[in-house]
């Protein structure tokens, strides 16, 4: 049976809507992002875990829509660890790869990048030398120290 662009277009919304189809939509965006396993079965595990999940397992927190949940896992092996707050994921020191709090390699962009979040508001900046996004993080947190 030949299905037009429109028909198929049509069945992928519909099934994207059902449970199937939002597990595999989010798993592919984990693997998309660097999330590794070695067993397939484990990527449904960890989906039927972050969906029971409500609070962050690293303050403790209530999810939000602000503060939403995230799945923890190292850049560098693409080793799973936790479900976090947003917060909590993008300011965790663990995920670091500089020495430095807040400042990562950016893969895409090929630069360092200095990223904090102070009162749910987003900050970053990006540079070609580490020891500038040092300088910089150095300056700002001096300026902001007020609102941490």
Known sequence: MVHTKEERKA?????????????????????????????????????????????????NIEYTEKNFK??????????????????????DNSTNTSGTPNIYWHKKRKRWLYHKIINGKKHQKYFILKEDAIKYKIEYEKQNIYIN
């Open 70 to 91: 995230c799945m923890d896992h190292c850049h560098i092996t693409g080793e799973y660890r936790n479900i976090l707050c947003h917060d909590c994921n993008v300011n």
């Open 11 to 59: 069945y992928n919304k519909e099934y994207k809507q059902t449970e199937k189809g939002k597990m595999v939509n989010i798993i592919n965006r984990w693997k998309h992002r660097g999330l590794i396993m070695d067993n397939p079965e484990d990527y449904v595990t960890i989906y039927y875990h972050w969906l029971a999940s409500t609070h962050c397992e690293k303050c």
